[in-house]
């Protein structure tokens, strides 16, 4: 087994338990599940810094070849190795898996802006019009902005 073979075989193992990652982040940022998020940023984190070793590895062992670490290097490896058949098929499989990790991200991106949006839309409503927190004085009616100071006489 080549070397770039092995690569690319990990590599499709890594990226599809990151698109496995990005569905479930996906699942608990519509239902406002935010309890699994921190345990799940661990997790894509840890899978983002192995894709990141493997992609290095890739670079280096196609750069060993004379070739560059795009889609071009990597037909040129293939047009040089044509019996590498495994190594395509598994090179065939990465790059849809990538496409589909990379598109989950700019959703999850987008959910996480809708969701800062409304939380930003529900605090302008709390505090009010005019941007300050209305706190009710000594005679029970609303005094908008106000001191900031509670008045503890009854």
């Not at 496995?20 to 840890?46: A, C, S, Y």
């Not at 490896?77 to 499989?93: I, L, Q, Y």
Request: proline content about 3%; aromatic content about 4%.
């Amino acid at each position: 087994m080549t070397a770039l073979r092995q690569l690319l075989e990990e590599e499709v193992t890594v990226v599809r338990g990151f698109v496995g990652l990005l569905e479930r982040e996906q699942r608990l940022l519509i239902e406002g599940d935010v309890d699994g998020l921190p345990e799940l940023l661990q997790d894509k984190n840890e899978l983002a810094a192995r894709l990141a070793a493997i992609a290095e590895q890739r670079r280096a062992t196609l750069a060993a070849d004379g070739l560059s670490a795009d889609r071009a290097g990597v037909a040129a490896w293939f047009a040089a190795h044509p019996g590498e058949g495994d190594a395509r098929t598994a090179w065939a499989e990465l790059l849809p898996l990538a496409t589909q990790a990379r598109e989950l991200n700019r959703l999850n991106g987008e959910v996480i802006q809708l969701r800062l949006q409304s939380n930003a839309q529900a605090i302008a409503a709390l505090v009010g019009s005019s941007g300050a927190l209305g706190l009710y004085g000594p005679d029970g009616q609303s005094r908008p902005g106000g001191s900031g100071r509670i008045s503890d006489s009854a």
